[in-house]
Nanobody, 123 residues
Framework: VQLQASGGGLVQAGDSLRLSCAAS????????MGWFRQAPGKEREFVAG????????PYADSVKGRFTISRDNAKNMVYLQMNSLKSEDTAAYYC?????????????????WGQGTLVTVSS
């Protein structure tokens, strides 16, 4: 499975940004997907996940109400809409895929990782 994340950039606090992740190499609808982020000097953390059928969508408490994950199985794409961005959202964002349609929130549960896309929020 290959994952290609895009959409990062430099924005101001309060702005919005949408990240995209293109997947290839596996039947996409059988893979749960997740977005994670890693700030400098910190461990990689879960942001949002979505099950293969799109029905289970957990979020980290820190982004709940501001971020929305979605997927388009016809296009093999997963998105992360980020609204009301804060300086503490600054990090490299990674998309990840599981060899299962069941979504989990642990980094260990994901088998495939894309390269990070950097999001910088200035205050």
């Amino acid at each position: 499975v290959q994952l290609q994340a895009s959409g990062g950039g430099l924005v101001q606090a309060g702005d919005s940004l949408r990240l995209s992740c293109a997947a290839s190499g596996r039947t996409f609808s059988t893979s749960a997907m997740g977005w994670f982020r890693q700030a400098p000097g910190k461990e990689r953390e879960f942001v949002a996940g979505i099950s293969g059928n799109g029905r289970m969508i957990p979020y980290a408490d820190s982004v709940k109400g501001r971020f929305t994950i979605s997927r388009d199985n016809a296009k093999n794409m997963v998105y992360l809409q980020m609204n009301s961005l804060k300086s503490e959202d600054t990090a490299a964002y990674y998309c990840a895929a599981r060899s299962s349609a069941i979504v989990v929130i642990s980094t260990r549960g994901y088998d495939y990782w894309g390269q990070g896309t950097l999001v910088t929020v200035s205050s």
